[in-house]
């Protein structure tokens, strides 16, 4: 999506805290599940949202790390995944539910091409 | 979603189990057993995986049952927090202060022991529960055992106030004499919304050049697992 709408929308990826981090509040429960240390300093946190970003194919996204008191991810409601659009006027146009059941994928790409008239 | 994706894609980054991830970092003498001293990430992330509660972190505290157990655990000390959220507060705001719960279990301490009876803890409920919840007669039959179980260390079917303040302490993890929902946990920050912003609300602000001026912008919020 990021290659087809670049250069007609702006991208940011922001990493959250560890959803399952193995000595987190909700450790993974999956067999085979990466297991991930809860960063305890920024600088953790933000190595690991590179790792992540470079891992995911998302390295050519921009990438903001959120604080480590989650203020992004209270503000936005966004944890453990979420995708939002926000419009030029600096106003939330769309937004899917919380992942992974409401992360979709299909509604944004919808939702891009509204308010891009497309 | 983006977690999905990145074991499909990066199988090299998995390890096999969480043991063996924690083994491989921690136990330096090789012993079968991660010790606090091998440990070097905090008591409370120590404490949340030593599951079994035996001091030691072992292949013991990563089983499927471990899990479940912790599991359970979470789930129970989430209802107890709501019931002292939901019950005990002075002013039908759910945060509940801890000197504000002691207030209210003065004022309903009618026997001056210094202690919550049955009786007593029905009619504090019976001023401070919500219509819903008088109505829910099933579940409310099970409020003051569940209480109970949580808090009386002493069995004596009596709540102290000691006791209760106790367990407020163990529900408060951040130590600020505060209990809040969840959505408002994280100390110091609050979300205008319990699920965020709404299409036609304001962004909340991300820092300079978060998005463009003259065109939508995408922002994708997710982490590694």
Not at chain 1, 16 to 43: F, K, M, N
Not at chain 2, 112 to 141: C, G, N, Q, V
Not at chain 2, 196 to 209: I, K, M, N, S, V
């Amino acid at each position: 999506m990021h290659q087809n709408y670049g250069a007609l929308a702006e991208f940011r990826l922001i990493y959250l805290r560890e959803a399952h981090a193995v000595d987190g509040d909700s450790p993974p429960r999956a067999a085979g599940a990466p297991c991930v240390e809860d960063p305890v300093t920024l600088e953790e946190r933000t190595a690991l949202a590179q790792r992540f970003a470079h891992e995911s194919d998302l390295a050519a996204i921009p990438l903001l790390v959120d604080g480590m008191d989650d203020a992004a991810g209270i503000a936005y409601a966004a944890a453990p995944d979420r995708l939002y659009l926000i419009g030029a006027a600096g106003r939330v146009l769309w937004k899917s539910g919380k992942g992974p059941a409401g992360f979709d994928p299909a509604g944004l790409e919808a939702a891009i091409r509204t308010a891009l008239g497309l | 979603m983006l977690a999905l994706l990145l074991v499909l894609q990066s199988p090299a980054t998995v390890a096999p189990t969480t043991w063996d991830f924690l083994s491989a970092k921690y136990d330096a003498d090789a012993d079968g057993r991660i010790s606090h001293a091998e440990y070097t990430r905090g008591v409370e992330a120590f404490a949340r995986l030593d599951r079994d509660g035996d001091g030691a972190l072992t292949p013991a505290d990563f089983t499927a049952q471990a899990a479940r157990a912790q599991g359970e655990s979470q789930r129970r000390g989430r209802e107890v927090q709501r019931l002292l959220m939901t019950r005990f507060q002075e002013d039908r705001v759910p945060d509940l202060g801890r000197d504000e719960m002691l207030r209210r279990l003065a004022a309903f301490d009618r026997d001056e022991d210094a202690a919550l009876s049955e009786a007593e803890f029905r009619a504090l409920t019976s001023w401070s529960a919500r219509p819903a919840e008088k109505t829910a007669t099933a579940a409310e039959a099970n409020v003051w055992p569940n209480l109970l179980r949580a808090a009386d260390a002493d069995a004596n079917a009596l709540l102290a106030h000691a006791e209760l303040a106790a367990l407020f302490d163990r529900c408060d993890a951040d130590r600020d004499g505060m209990l809040v929902p969840p959505f408002r946990a994280r100390r110091g920050v609050e979300s205008v919304r319990p699920d965020g912003p709404e299409p036609g609300d304001p962004a909340p602000p991300l820092g300079e050049a978060a998005w463009a001026v003259d065109r939508p912008t995408v922002l994708l919020f997710g982490s590694f697992t």
